[in-house]
Structures are given as structure tokens and as C-alpha cells.
């Protein structure tokens, strides 16, 4: 996995943003199913998010169980290269802030699993 701090440092230009997309280690927001697990690891916290619907995820952990708040459920807004400029179709990308529907921005992403429900349910 790249050193995110030297990856992050590097797009700081929309067009440098722009370029980087295509190289993103990403999970798309089509990519999750109904009932999938997506679980993410940021530098401060892990979140545990589940697809209950299309556009709408029950999220536990981080900033959620800091307020009581887990499970909650939340749309996700997308994914930040740690200021405004936002990638909507992205669930997670390592090196990128999750940023939910509360205006909730994680720290930035370390790693993530996502965890089929189809293949859950056939053991």
C-alpha cells in the first residue's frame, strides 16, 4: 500500500485531482449490494457500513459511537481528498475521507473490506 501522506500531498490541483482518479483503490457505491458489509479503517477510527439501500447505509463505529449514535443510518456523500472537492460515486478509497450525509468527515482511509452478504448467507 502507498505512504498516503506522500500519495495526499500530491493533488492539491483540480487537475492532479482529476488525474489521480483513474489509479484510486476504491470501492463504487454501485459495487455494494443490499446487505454487503463495508468496513473501513481510517487513521482515527473504524466504521462498519451497511448497505440497507440503495443511497442509505446503517453506519456503528468512529464518530457514531463517540455520540451514541451507532447504528445510524445515513446516506454517504462520497470521498475527499481532505477539502471540498468531492468524488460522489466512491464509497471508500485508501488515502481519502469518507464524508457522510451529517457533514461527518472521517480521517483519512487506511484500508477497507468489503464483506458480500450473498456469500455470508451460503456457508
Known amino acids: ?8 500531498s500530491r493533488y492539491r490541483t483540480l487537475s492532479a485531482i482529476v488525474d489521480h ?4 483503490e476504491a ?3 454501485k459495487d455494494l449490494e443490499f446487505g454487503d458489509r463495508l468496513i473501513v479503517t481510517t487513521r482515527n477510527s473504524t466504521y462498519s457500513i451497511h448497505a ?3 443511497g442509505l447505509y ?3 463505529g ?4 463517540r455520540h451514541g449514535l451507532s447504528p445510524t443510518k445515513v446516506a454517504i456523500n462520497g470521498c475527499t481528498w481532505g477539502g471540498h472537492a468531492i468524488k460522489e460515486d466512491i464509497l471508500a478509497a485508501c488515502g481519502l475521507h469518507l464524508e457522510f450525509e ?3 468527515v472521517t480521517s483519512r482511509i487506511l484500508q477497507f473490506q468489503v464483506i458480500r452478504f450473498r456469500e455470508v448467507s451460503v456457508q
Open 102 to 104: 451529517n457533514s461527518v
Open 21 to 24: 482518479t483513474d489509479r484510486l
Open 58 to 60: 446503517a453506519v456503528s
Open 1 to 8: 500500500m502507498p505512504d498516503t501522506e506522500q500519495t495526499i
Open 27 to 29: 470501492i463504487y457505491k
Open 52 to 54: 440497507v439501500r440503495e
Open 62 to 65: 468512529g464518530w457514531f459511537d
